[in-house]
T-cell receptor
Framework: NAGVMQNPRHLVRRRGQEARLRCSPM?????VYWYRQLPEEGLKFMVY????????ESGMPKERFSAEFPKEGPSILRIQQVVRGDSAAYFC????????????FGDGTRLSIL | DAKTTQPNSMESNEEEPVHLPCNHS???????IHWYRQLPSQGPEYVIH???SNVNNRMASLAIAEDRKSSTLILHRATLRDAAVYYC?????????????FGQGTILTVHP
């Protein structure tokens, strides 16, 4: 049973470009979470999605960031017009249900902005 | 969610038991105690969780104080692979989904 798959593992972008991070949850999991870990800082919640719905995006910057989890296919975290401060590790997690369910994490995408 | 307090760092020797403490004096009756760990260059990994009773699984044991104001994660025989940052997180059960609020955690160093 494959775990949470994130790709790419490493992504390099120049300032002003777009970054697309993909997350395929574990089989049977319909709840997806995105977290960001800035250099030398802790993990911070960004957004929580269920299939086709954003449930909580309270941790996501209001501009340039968006997330989706379509009926078919992986969840996508999209960052438009990237800036140096977006350099971080982005982790996706999935769970089979909403309440009190352990989350299974992927190994993250390391985003570097030149 | 209620706040947790953990030591910044701890050290252990290989094959010895490790007791990682967590204080959560403002815990409410419906808060579950979850533990995750993050190995270097990897995503966090779920370790164990409990509500009131002590819990055991293949990875660790969780000892919860009778008043629930503190808990201890126990690794029975530390290995080099257990070197990681350990996070103690409270989640309100039944009424809030599992959005995880990570603190600074405890950096565990395991010596050969």
């Amino acid at each position: 049973n494959a775990g949470v798959m994130q790709n790419p593992r490493h992504l390099v972008r120049r300032r002003g470009q777009e970054a697309r991070l993909r997350c395929s949850p574990m089989k049977g999991h319909s709840h997806v979470y995105w977290y960001r870990q800035l250099p030398e800082e802790g993990l911070k919640f960004m957004v929580y999605l269920q299939k086709e719905n954003i449930i909580d995006e309270s941790g996501m910057p209001k501009e340039r960031f968006s997330a989706e989890f379509p009926k078919e296919g992986p969840s996508i975290l999209r960052i438009q017009q990237v800036v140096r401060g977006d350099s971080a590790a982005y982790f996706c997690a999935s769970s089979p249900g909403a309440f009190n369910q352990p989350q299974h994490f992927g190994d993250g995408t390391r985003l570097s902005i030149l | 969610d209620a706040k947790t307090t953990q030591p910044n760092s701890m050290e252990s020797n290989e094959e010895e038991p490790v007791h990682l403490p967590c204080n959560h004096s403002t815990i409410s009756g419906t808060d579950y105690i979850h533990w995750y760990r993050q190995l270097p260059s990897q995503g966090p990994e779920y370790v164990i969780h409990g509500l009131t009773s002590n819990v055991n699984n293949r990875m660790a044991s969780l000892a919860i104080a009778e008043d629930r104001k503190s808990s201890t994660l126990i690794l029975h025989r530390a290995t080099l692979r257990d070197a990681a940052v350990y996070y103690c997180i409270l989640i309100t059960g039944g009424t809030s989904y599992g959005k995880l609020t990570f603190g600074q955690g405890t950096i565990l160093t395991v010596h050969p």
